[in-house]
Structures are given as C-alpha cells and as structure tokens.
C-alpha cells in the first residue's frame, strides 16, 4: 500500500512538502513517482524517480518541485512557488518499470503497478 500524506492549505508562492509511504515494499520497484488531479480536470504526471536516482518532471512543475526518497521508503516531493493551479489531489504511483518507461503511464495518471489514496493540496490566498 502507498500512501500520500502532508497535503493542506498554502498561499501562492509557498511551499509544502508531501510524503509517499510504502508498506515496505519499495524496493521492489524500479520507479516511485506523484501524479495529481486538479477540481473537474484530468490526471496529470507530477514527477517521477527511477531506483537508479534519475528522475522526470513534468514541465509545469520543472524548477519549482523536487522529488527525493530516503532510506525509510519514503519519498518526498518538495513544493515551492506553489501556484493557484496547482490545487489538485496529488497521488504517489509505483511502477516496476524505471521513469524511462514508466512516465508515458505517470503521465496520465493511469497503469502504474500500484498506487494509493491521495492527499489534496490547496494553494489559495
């Protein structure tokens, strides 16, 4: 089970950093990464880490937010410059593929190997 958490209210330009945790079985994947989906819109691919520490970003969110793990399996992504259009319930993914392959399924929200409840993130002044 993946589980998001640390989400919550921000004003535009800050910065909040959400935790995925995994019930001791992330190593088992080559890629861990967070999709998210705005009010009425779609899904959409945030970022994602491949076990090898590369990793892929979504353009909108390039410069700003950084994806990272540590050695408790957990990975992070740390939000800055938060914008009103990032609001959206954001939702870590694994995939046994690494990001090379894995991102084309990230990207979209949908056919990652595993991925659990989200955590909504409201940037708001």
């Known amino acids: 089970q993946l589980q998001a958490s640390g989400g919550g209210v921000v004003q535009p330009g800050g910065s909040l950093r959400l935790t995925c945790s995994a019930s001791?079985?992330?190593?088992?994947?080559?890629?861990i990464g967070w999709f998210r989906q705005a009010p009425g819109k779609g899904r959409e691919g945030v970022s994602c880490?491949?076990?090898?520490?590369?990793t892929v970003y979504a353009e909108s969110v390039k410069g700003r937010f950084t994806i990272s793990r540590d050695n408790a399996e957990r990975v992070y992504l740390e939000m800055n410059s938060l914008k009103s259009e990032d609001t959206a319930v954001y939702y870590c993914?694994?995939?046994?593929?690494?990001?090379?392959?894995?991102?084309?399924?990230?990207?979209?929200?949908?056919?990652?190997?595993?991925w659990g409840k989200g955590t909504l993130v409201t940037v708001s002044s």
């Open positions: 001791g079985f992330t190593s088992d994947y080559n890629s």
């Open positions: 880490l491949s076990s090898d520490g590369s």
């Open positions: 993914a694994a995939d046994y593929s690494p990001c090379a392959s894995s991102w084309f399924r990230f990207s979209r929200g949908y056919g990652m190997d595993s």
